[in-house]
């Protein structure tokens, strides 16, 4: 049977077909492009179809497969020369390297920073445990009322006066339950001796970093750090701690237990939780804000300072993760926000649950900050110390040349003082030798003056 073969007007291929089908409209295998199989084409015999097997359709050319092995072969030769020129561009710029020993500081600070921001992970956890506990035991608010609102039990009514109450156990009674109030307060006192830890550690490491080049204002922004730090130091210190332990009696509702507005009992108000038992709602929410803002500012500024170095190392993975701290920050701290102000708007049945989804929402996305932060504090170290081992390399690499350069300069100081000695002893042989010429010579004169005396004697004589 005679067959004709032919290449695909697109890609280029050689097809094989039966000779039946020359006129009519075919598509190619390879490329799907539809074309007319062309009347002029090589025929071969039902034999040679019967060498490759009597089969049609796409026809392995041995020049073009090698032409194309060729090119592939090429294309991996040209991209394994990229790829080592990548690695040459990219250590000649970690020999750039500026003061190896003020990063060393740097690398050292970040490291203090990223344990700092694991302890955030501490008031996260009380908290998620506490508002577990409130799920479990149900509603109490009245019992939770008669017994942890006033001091002493049941209030005693007497005219002119207020009875203190403990706003603290009444808080923590009716989000934790009331037969949990011990283990909630243990709980909230805890994160917030994290937090005062977490504040102390970080502050350290900005300090231990201060020594880093004043490179797209990294000191500026350290030093912005210790500021904010100190603040939500004082801030965590004054207005969480010491209500929990009771040394003070006012309590910033939303700042120490922000999950009052997430219970049942919360439902169905004519005032909000928060501002029902607020001494003065406006300023407490804008005291509030100021202490929330205050508190982001601190991952802001962390996410800026990896940038920062990130720029300063001409590393673009690491300012890549200092962009994405920053990015992540500012939407953990606007679904903070959302949580916040809804609470001040009441709820119903239906925005209970709203505020449920975005308090989860809130604590699944401030977990995935402190796990970006912390890697993000990580990789920057990790980076650091790859300069650090160059910087270390070409420093002892420094001291063998000059060591193999003071080698080389007493060999040739040797070697000087070698030629110096042969040319003294080169000198004090031709000294000897004179010497001898001149003995020898004073020996051949003294005959002949012995025979000048001698004639002159005789002569006298005559």
């Not at 302890?119 to 479990?136: N, Q």
């Not at 509603?139 to 403990?166: D, K």
């Not at 808080?171 to 006192?189: H, M, P, R």
């Not at 030798?433 to 004639?455: F, I, T």
């Amino acid at each position: 049977m005679e067959s004709v073969s032919f290449r695909c007007t697109s890609c280029k291929q050689a097809l094989k077909l039966s000779a039946d089908k020359i006129g009519k409209r075919i598509k190619c295998p390879k490329c799907a492009t539809e074309q007319v199989v062309p009347k002029s084409g090589a025929a071969a015999t039902a034999g040679a179809a019967e060498d490759d097997g009597g089969g049609y359709g796409i026809v392995i050319d041995k020049d073009e497969e090698a032409a194309r092995q060729k090119r592939f072969a090429e294309s991996q030769k040209t991209t394994k020369k990229a790829k080592v020129e990548r690695q040459r561009v990219a250590k000649a710029k970690r020999k750039s390297l500026q003061e190896p020993e003020n990063w060393q500081k740097v690398r050292t600070g970040l490291v203090v920073m990223m344990w700092g921001v694991v302890l955030w992970a501490g008031p996260i956890l009380f908290i998620a445990v506490i508002w577990l506990l409130g799920i479990l035991s149900g509603p109490y608010y009245a019992t939770v009322a008669n017994r942890h609102l006033f001091q002493g039990g049941v209030p005693q009514a007497i005219p002119g006066q207020m009875e203190p109450m403990n706003f603290v156990d009444f808080f923590v009674g009716i989000v934790a339950g009331g037969d949990y109030v011990g283990v909630g307060k243990v709980l909230l006192i805890l994160g917030s001796v994290c937090l005062l830890l977490q504040n102390l550690v970080c502050i350290t490491g900005y300090v231990i970093a201060l020594p880093i080049p004043n490179k797209f204002s990294t000191k500026g922004q350290l030093w912005g750090l210790i500021s904010v730090s100190i603040v939500n130091f004082i801030t965590n210190g004054v207005l969480r701690l010491l209500p929990l332990v009771g040394a003070m009696s006012y309590v910033l509702i939303p700042f120490v237990i922000q999950e009052i507005n997430l219970i049942s009992a919360a439902m169905d108000r004519a005032h909000p939780m928060v501002v029902f038992w607020s001494r003065a709602p406006f300023w407490e929410s804008i005291l509030f804000l100021f202490v929330m803002m205050s508190f982001y500012a601190e991952p802001v500024l962390i996410g800026s300072f990896v940038w920062s170095v990130g720029l300063s190392l001409k590393e673009e993975p690491v300012a890549e993760r200092g962009r994405g701290i920053i990015n992540l920050t500012f939407g953990v701290a606007f679904t903070h926000l959302c949580l916040f102000m809804l609470g001040l708007t009441g709820a119903s049945n239906v925005m209970i649950w709203v505020f449920r989804s975005i308090y989860c929402l809130w604590l699944l996305f401030f977990v995935l900050l402190i796990l970006r932060l912390a890697f993000g504090l990580n990789f920057a170290r990790i980076v650091l110390d790859n300069y650090l081992a160059i910087s270390a390399e070409e420093e002892e690499m420094g001291k063998v040349k000059k060591r193999v350069e003071d080698a080389e300069e007493e060999l040739e100081e040797d070697e000087e003082d070698e030629v110096e000695e042969e040319e003294e002893d080169e000198e004090e042989d031709e000294d000897d030798e004179d010497d001898e010429e001149e003995d020898e010579d004073e020996e051949d004169r003294r005959p002949r003056r012995r025979r000048r005396r001698e004639d002159d004697d005789e002569d006298d004589e005559d």
